[in-house]
């Protein structure tokens, strides 16, 4: 079969976007990831692939790919996500294009030890919430910095989630409605809030300066969606000048608030649920990180630890 193995790249990401919903950065990833492999094939087989040399590719030639991003320093996790991202492309390849290889299913993919998540200690995560917008310039810029870290770490957001919030979302004093979170994947999910974050949202909305019920909820200093670039400079900010671990981010928020619910015995199912988590096994990393603090907290107080 003939045709550009880039040409075909092009309309795998179209329809990542499109039809699977993915999010921007996931297309994003997913697009350096493809492009780092077809240059390889490039230099690899003497020319630009097309699909036919596509689908002739044997195991060798992935492998080769892996090893040599392998020298090039990548770690097991990368080089599994770019293998990941490669099988999607040749998924679309055969079940859209009719082009076959399943050399690329034996591959094995590489694993690493992933990472425990890094929570905050329950003063901490309070004073990073709390005490954030501490730092901005004016009453108003603070409000709105105060209410979007109570909301991560009161709700368990993600900042993006949090950030695509419109104003008519806003959970407001009065009503203990749960919060609406469209989150990876195009997946909604309900998610409690605490008064005190409806009481911010509220002072927050005295300082917001669109009424349109589907303006961003969360506005930057020029009018437009806040970025979380923004979001998350201010935060370094205060974590210098607090003193505050490296690991003090929006997403340790998010990690502070599985933990702590976990430690007072919430439900793992139902953290689950609250996190958006597709699969129970990411939920189940807090197990770990929980058994680990206790050990910790064990060898510090034990008299023979």
């Not at 036919?52 to 040599?68: E, Q, V, W």
Request: with cysteine.
């Amino acid at each position: 079969m003939n045709g550009s193995a880039a040409a075909a790249r092009e309309a795998f990401l179209a329809w990542l976007a499109g039809e699977r919903k993915a999010s921007p950065l996931t297309v994003a990833a997913y697009g350096r990831d493809t492009a780092a492999f077809l240059g390889f094939l490039a230099l690899h087989c003497g020319g630009e692939p097309d699909l036919a040399a596509l689908g002739r590719l044997g195991i060798g030639d992935f492998r080769a790919f892996l090893a040599r991003e392998a020298a090039a320093g990548q770690g097991a996790a990368t080089r599994g996500r770019k293998l990941a991202a490669i099988r999607a492309y040749f998924r679309f390849l055969e079940r859209r294009l009719g082009v076959a290889n399943p050399a690329v299913r034996l591959i094995a993919t590489p694993r690493a030890r992933r990472p425990l998540p890094r929570a905050l200690s329950l003063e901490a995560a309070r004073e990073v919430a709390e005490a954030t917008g501490s730092v901005e310039r004016g009453a108003s810029l603070a409000a709105r910095d105060t209410a979007l870290f109570l909301l991560l770490y009161g709700s368990g957001l993600r900042i993006a989630e949090a950030l695509a919030l419109d104003r008519r979302s806003a959970p407001l004093p009065g009503s203990e409605a749960p919060l609406r979170v469209r989150g990876k994947g195009d997946k909604e999910r309900l998610v409690p809030v605490l008064p005190v974050v409806r009481q911010a949202m509220a002072r927050w909305l005295c300082h917001h300066p669109d009424a349109r019920p589907d303006a961003p909820l969360f506005l930057g200093a020029r009018g437009g969606r806040l970025d979380a670039a923004v979001a998350q400079r201010s935060l370094r900010t205060y974590r210098r000048l607090a003193g505050l671990p490296d690991h003090a981010t929006p997403h340790a928020l998010r990690h502070s608030f599985a933990t702590h619910l976990l430690a007072n015995g919430a439900d793992l199912r139902a953290i689950q649920e609250l996190l958006g988590h597709a699969s129970l096994s990411t939920t189940q990393r807090y197990t770990a990180l929980d058994t680990a603090q206790l050990l910790a907290t064990w060898r510090r107080a034990h008299p023979r630890a």
